[in-house]
Structure formats: structure tokens, C-alpha cells
């Protein structure tokens, strides 16, 4: 037994392991697998289906309800509301990511160091860690084969304008650039945890119960000692299957919405404030520029680099190319006008704004799914504009013909001229469209109780056997990509799990 | 090891795709008349509007029981958005497709964000299973399998230890402007 599924379970099952680890993502698999090496007898626990390298492809009617947390309809609530993604398989967000693995900056490790008053979290005890993950990520740059126009466009225009660009360092091992990193790579190039750490766990002899959704700690005596989960039937997706796993310590990595979702039902006596507090989301608006001539963007490698220069006011700019349907999804059009923008596909340069949080949001319990809450400051609304209009100068100064803006009240700019309209038009939150695909810092880590959720090993403060693994760790934003960060300390975190004899 | 991906839209991998979910017919008349006027009317084939409705109540399934509520609770008021929105007293369902239409393309650009936020799902859902469909990507001259499988031989070569040359990368721009 390796990889379990709904159909291998029998009614109210239980399994035994020293250590349970909740999810296979960038934290999950990561902690599980650095356990199963030193001789910990791990069983993971992962909501969503085991879906080999030789069963995707780039269709997204089969891709995103069996890869992304409910069908991708997830949104976190405020002004704007803001759409985002994450992975629901085995391998989670890093099978559906565009797998960038920038470290955290320097002057953001520096000042989680300061924050949580440890050394812990700065540079230079990190920088170990990050080494780990990148050799087995294979964190490496692209092969020029592998490149496609949109990035070369982006490049040129950062050129000509004097702007810094840098190419992506991804975790990939012989990337073709197939372009298919949102519904999972094909060629086996990405090295998501599904192709790197998850092997590697169960060559170690961890095992994975697939399709089981966790609903409940399991805790005695104070201490966690399990988790309580149910089965998920992958015809009529009912629980319908009672599933317990003791064990001597658990690893939750959710991701920053699933995880505090879990913690948060077990309130009751462990009242720590900022459980669910300081969520981040690094937002991203989208800028889609039509060429007069054909790109193919969908050819090579999504993100080739990022647009640094505005690194230091939390913007990054960086293309990435979706497939037309999650293009059409997102353009302010219907019918035959939505198909005579759609016929231009192929001469689209689709590319982004990030802006790293300036102020944090909230996750809570709703009815029956966690209630994410987080609206854009006014600070990080102007920079927005200023990213948005930079970005569309890039594409008008390299030949564009028209650029498709993230604004309900003006969705098209015709010629730069239009962008000097941006600033007047756009004096409300509500009129600009985000979306995301970075969650963080629900749990935060940190060396005093008031101020944290979980200590320095990982460990909740109120709740022993409990510990945290993913993004919801991060004490502030990151500004970067955060899968390789996100590693880093799962791998920090699973040198620190105590299970006791 | 390199894997040989099949790239078929009905992978074979023991997994199947949830049922989609029960709704009653003036629903499903609901969600056929706003998939009706959001997708394009051609090209289509007879059983576009069913599959596209199909797959959004396929979807469905994966959410919340609480969003999946809300979504087709948001589908019931946008087909009263004429009445709502002070423009006429019949539902989407009644009007036709081009005057529908223009109703939700109103909704779609309203300077009220709750009344915008109404079409997000529809949207995201509609569009993006009708540009999911081999008609769909011939109309837009996408068709991404030919290349995907020229580029898993690619990297197969590379595996056994042939690096892709200049021959091998990606160009398309006949000229950079200067």
C-alpha cells in the first residue's frame, strides 16, 4: 500500500502512523518526505486525487475540476472581491503553479528576523535550507530552447525602456517549454512535489490516503494526537466514508485558507488572536496586450522572467500565458464580440502586475468552507495604477495595437494617450479586477504567543503535536513567488517535529 | 524516467468526473437561456448549450454545498435583471438571445460592484468550457497538441542526451518594431 483511494477504504477505517501530514503541497510533501528520510513511519493525507504525469493535458474541462480546490471557483471577499486558484491533487499548488523559485529577498528575511526577535528566520539560517530545496527542486534557469516570443517581448521592452529584467530560475529539469504548467505538465519537465518530493517520501516508505478531506483534529489529554476525516466519493463528491488516523504528531499543510479553516474549529479554549489574522495575498491584475502580429504565446515556457525594477515599491511585472479559456473567462466581452477578441489569441502578450500587501486580510469559518476577507489600501490601489500603466507602456512602445486593461469602466486602450486616463478614471478600489494565486500568513510563525501562532519549531502554541507547514507560516508577504520559501521551512519545520516514544 | 503523456481529453487514470448536479427544469431552462446569451452563437454544434450547462452543473459539484447554492441562486437573479434593473418585466428566459444579451452585458459593465460580481461566475464557467472545445480553438487557430508532443520528443532526445540546438526554440515575430 502506497497511494489509497476512495475505493480502497472501508467504513470507519483507521490507520496508524507516527506522523500524519495533512496535504501534499510545497509544505506538506515537503515536511513528509524530509520525516520518512529520517526514519519517521509518515502517512499523508490528501483531499484530492492522485493524477499521474501520463493522464494530463491541456483540455480545461478535465483539468480544473480534477486539479484546482472546487473547480476554481474559490474568492476571497472585499473591494475589489478577488478570484484565486489553488491545487486540489496529489503534488497540490506546485502541480498547478508556474513552479518560480525565487528565495525570499534578503530585506524580507531580515525583517522577519526583527519580528520575531530570533535568528531562525533571517538569511543566513535559512540560506542552508533553501540550498536543500533548490538541489532537489532542480532550481535552475531556462533553457533558450525553451523560450517563447512573450517573454523575448517583454525582455525587449524592459530593454529599450531601461528596466531591470531577470530571467526565472524554475524548479524543472529539462523544460521544453510545452506551456502547459496550469493544468499540469505533460512532458514531466516541472518538478511539482508530485515528481519530486512525493516520490522520494515513499521511496522512503510513506504511504498516501488520496481523496479523504479532513474536518476534525483528533485531540486528548491537551495534546494532538490525530485527525478525524471523511472520504470524498469521487462520483457524487459525498463524504460518505469515516476515516481516523492516529498518530504521535500531525504536519497541517492546507495552504493559507485550508489550514487556519481546521485550527479555527478548535477554538474552544485555545483563544490565540491571531489565528486566521494577517492574511496576505500578494494580488495581481492582469494586462492583455493584442499585437499586429502573431506571438503565440502559448508556446514556451509561461513566465520566462520577471520585471524587476520596481522591485523596491512591491511591483513585479512578469507575463503569463493562460489557456484561451481562462483568457475568455476574464475579458469584459460576450458573444460574437468575445469570439472577435478570442480570434486574436494567437497575437495576445498576456501579462501581469503583482503588488506585494500593504495591509492584511482574514480567514474565518463560513457556513461550510472557510470565509477569506481582504481588501487593497489605498497605497496599494495607486501602485496598481502605476504598474498597470508602466506595463501597458511597455506593450504600446513594442507595437501594440490595443491592450486590454483590468478596469470594468475602461477595458480597452486604443494608444498610450489613453493610459494619461487611467489616474482619472480609476479613483475606486471597485472598478479594478484582481485575482491571485498566492495565499499567506494565517499562522504566522513567530518567538512570542501574543504575537504568533505557531513557535519557532513549527508548533502551535497552544496545541502540542500540532504543527504547521505551508505558506500560512509566512510572518509578513514575501513579494515574490513563495513555493521555494514555502519549502524552505517545511524543511526547517520537519528538522524540529518532536514525536515522543 | 520520462513518462509518455496520452494528452486525451478522457484520460485513463481510474478517476471520473462527478455527476453533474440534480436541478429543476426552470433552473436548467435558467442556466441554458444566460449560456445562450454569454457564448458566442457560432460556432456551435447541436450540443454546445447542453454541454456547456452540463459542465458548469458538473462544477458544481466540486464547490461548497454553500457556494454551489449561491451561484445558482445568483442565476435566478440575473434572470430577473431586466425587472431589476428597470428595463423590462420578463425574465432572460423569455426575451431573445440578443436582447438577453445586451441585459448582461450591462450587468457585466455596471458601476455597481455587487451587480458585477454576479457575473464572475457565469462568466468564468460558460466562457471558459465553450473555448475548451476543439471548434472553439480551430475558430481561433489554437491547437496546442501537435506542439505539446513535439516538445515531449524533444525532451525525450534531451534525456538521452541530445541538448535542443537554435533550430529547436520558439520563434514567431516576423520583425520587432524598432
Known amino acids: 500500500m502506497s497511494i489509497l483511494a476512495h475505493r480502497d477504504y472501508r467504513a470507519d477505517q483507521t490507520f496508524d502512523a507516527e506522523v500524519v501530514v495533512v496535504g501534499t503541497g510545497a509544505g506538506g510533501a515537503v515536511a513528509g518526505a524530509e520525516l520518512a528520510e529520517a526514519g519517521r513511519d509518515v502517512l499523508f493525507v490528501e483531499e484530492g486525487s492522485y493524477h499521474p504525469t501520463s493522464s494530463l493535458n491541456p483540455y480545461l474541462t478535465e483539468s480544473i475540476p480534477r486539479l484546482y480546490r472546487d473547480a476554481g471557483a474559490t474568492i476571497i471577499m472585499g473591494r475589489p472581491p478577488i478570484p484565486y486558484a489553488e491545487g486540489r491533487c496529489v503534488g497540490g499548488s506546485t502541480l498547478v503553479n508556474g513552479g518560480m523559485t525565487w528565495r525570499a529577498p534578503e530585506r524580507v528575511l531580515m525583517e522577519w528576523e526583527t519580528l520575531t526577535g530570533q535568528p531562525d528566520l533571517g538569511p543566513k539560517a535559512l540560506a542552508p535550507f533553501f540550498d536543500r530545496v533548490e538541489e532537489r527542486i532542480h532550481a535552475k534557469p531556462q533553457h533558450p530552447a525553451s523560450v517563447g516570443e512573450d517573454s523575448r517581448l517583454l525582455e525587449e521592452g524592459a530593454r529599450r525602456l531601461g528596466w531591470r529584467y531577470e530571467h526565472n530560475r524554475r524548479a524543472q529539469d529539462r523544460c521544453v517549454g510545452s506551456n502547459q504548467c496550469l493544468t499540469g505538465c505533460p512532458t514531466g519537465a516541472k518538478q511539482s512535489t508530485l515528481l519530486s518530493y512525493m516520490p522520494r517520501a515513499l521511496s522512503f516508505g510513506a504511504r498516501c490516503l488520496t481523496e479523504v478531506r479532513i474536518h476534525k483534529l483528533w485531540i486528548e489529554r491537551g495534546r494532538c494526537v490525530g485527525v478525524f476525516g471523511k472520504a470524498v466519493n469521487p462520483h457524487t463528491r459525498r463524504c460518505d466514508i469515516d476515516i481516523r488516523v492516529r498518530s504521535k504528531a500531525v504536519v497541517v499543510s492546507c495552504g493559507a485558507v485550508q489550514t487556519p479553516y481546521l485550527l479555527l474549529g478548535h477554538r474552544w479554549g485555545r483563544r490565540n488572536p491571531q489565528l486566521g489574522k494577517n492574511f496576505l495575498c500578494h494580488p495581481n491584475a492582469k494586462v492583455v496586450a493584442i499585437y499586429p502580429f502573431d506571438i503565440h504565446a502559448w508556446q514556451g515556457v509561461s513566465q520566462g522572467g520577471q520585471i524587476r525594477e520596481f522591485l523596491d515599491e512591491g511591483i513585479v511585472m512578469a507575463e503569463n500565458a493562460v489557456p484561451p479559456g481562462t483568457a475568455a473567462a476574464q475579458i469584459p466581452v460576450l458573444g460574437e464580440e468575445a469570439l472577435e477578441l478570442m480570434q486574436q489569441y494567437n497575437r495576445m502578450a498576456m501579462t501581469g502586475v503583482l503588488v506585494e500587501d500593504s495591509r492584511a486580510g482574514t480567514v474565518t469559518r463560513g457556513f461550510d468552507a472557510p470565509l477569506a476577507r481582504y481588501s487593497i489600501s489605498a497605497y496599494d490601489h495607486e501602485r496598481f495604477l502605476r504598474g498597470i500603466r508602466l506595463l501597458a507602456t511597455l506593450h504600446f512602445e513594442m507595437g501594440a495595437k490595443q491592450v486590454v486593461l483590468p478596469f470594468s469602466n475602461m477595458p480597452i486602450a486604443n494608444s498610450a494617450d489613453d493610459l494619461r486616463r487611467i489616474e482619472q478614471t480609476q479613483r475606486s478600489r471597485s472598478t479594478i479586477e484582481l485575482f491571485t494565486v498566492h495565499l499567506m500568513g494565517t499562522c504566522r510563525m513567530g518567538g512570542n504567543r501574543r504575537t504568533s501562532v505557531v513557535n519557532l519549531r513549527g508548533e502551535l502554541w497552544d496545541l502540542p503535536g500540532c504543527y504547521v507547514a505551508d505558506a500560512s507560516l509566512f510572518p509578513t508577504a514575501v513579494g515574490v513567488n513563495p513555493q521555494v520559501t514555502i519549502m524552505a521551512l517545511a524543511t526547517m519545520v520537519a528538522q524540529r517535529v518532536e514525536v515522543p516514544n | ?178
Not at chain 2, 96 to 112: G, I, K, Y
Open chain 2, 1 to 178: 524516467m520520462v513518462t509518455s503523456p496520452v494528452l486525451q481529453r478522457h484520460p485513463e487514470d481510474s478517476w471520473a468526473l462527478a455527476a453533474p448536479r440534480t436541478v429543476s427544469p426552470r433552473t436548467r431552462r435558467v442556466l441554458l437561456a444566460l449560456a445562450d446569451a454569454i457564448i458566442p452563437t457560432s460556432p456551435r454544434t447541436e450540443t454546445t448549450l447542453t454541454d456547456v450547462t452540463r459542465h458548469a452543473l458538473v462544477c458544481l459539484q466540486y464547490m461548497p454545498r454553500s457556494s454551489a447554492i449561491v451561484f445558482l441562486a445568483g442565476m435566478r437573479l440575473l434572470n430577473w435583471s431586466p425587472l431589476w434593473r428597470l428595463r423590462g418585466v420578463r425574465p432572460l428566459t423569455r426575451l431573445s438571445r440578443d436582447e438577453a444579451r445586451r441585459h448582461l452585458l450591462a450587468v457585466t459593465r455596471s458601476r455597481w460592484l455587487p451587480v458585477r460580481l454576479l457575473m464572475y461566475g457565469p462568466l468564468g464557467l460558460f466562457m471558459s468550457t465553450y473555448f475548451d472545445q476543439d471548434y472553439a480553438h480551430r475558430s481561433i487557430n489554437y491547437d496546442p497538441v501537435p506542439f505539446i508532443e513535439g516538445r515531449i520528443e524533444l525532451r525525450r532526445k534531451w534525456v538521452e542526451g541530445e541538448e535542443p540546438g537554435t533550430d529547436q526554440e520558439i520563434h514567431h515575430l516576423p520583425v520587432v518594431p524598432p
